[in-house]
């Protein structure tokens, strides 16, 4: 019997499975990628909500902010929001789409700083 020295090894195969796990791998993360799990969100029962009294901050395209539908500077936004309760207080920010997003965040970082709960953002659909 002969004995044949061995001294090479097929590398062929592995890289044949490596490629199919790569593949697998890529297929089944594609969720990652987009940066949201979709949800089928549930449909309500009632057609119309009860009315809720809230206060609104909008910001025009400009960059002007409104509190219930009077012109303000930020420094009066502020003294106004912080004269609310946090816990019962209720705040609609309606933002147009072409302002700067800075004062978006400038009012959401206001209202989280002073810990208000009840905060909705008005968009369209």
Request: charge should be positive.
């Given at each position: 019997m002969n004995k044949r020295k061995f001294d090479q090894i097929n590398v062929l195969p592995f890289i044949d499975i490596m490629?199919?796990?790569?593949?697998?791998?890529?297929?089944?993360?594609?969720?990652?990628?987009?940066?949201?799990?979709?949800?089928?969100?549930?449909k309500a029962g009632s057609e119309k909500s009860p009315p809720i009294k809230s206060l609104s901050i909008v910001i025009d395209k400009n960059g002007r902010f409104y509190f219930d539908e009077k012109g303000v500077t930020f420094d009066e936004l502020k003294k106004r929001i912080l004269a609310l309760d946090p816990k019962k207080a209720s705040i609609?920010?309606?933002?147009?789409?072409?302002?700067?997003?800075q004062n978006f965040v400038k009012v959401i970082d206001l209202l989280k700083s002073h810990g208000f709960e009840k905060v909705s953002i008005e968009t369209r659909q």
């Open positions: 490629l199919v796990l790569l593949v697998i791998v890529l297929t089944s993360a594609s969720f990652v990628s987009k940066g949201a799990i979709p949800v089928d969100l549930p609609l920010i309606r933002s147009d789409a072409k302002s700067q997003f």
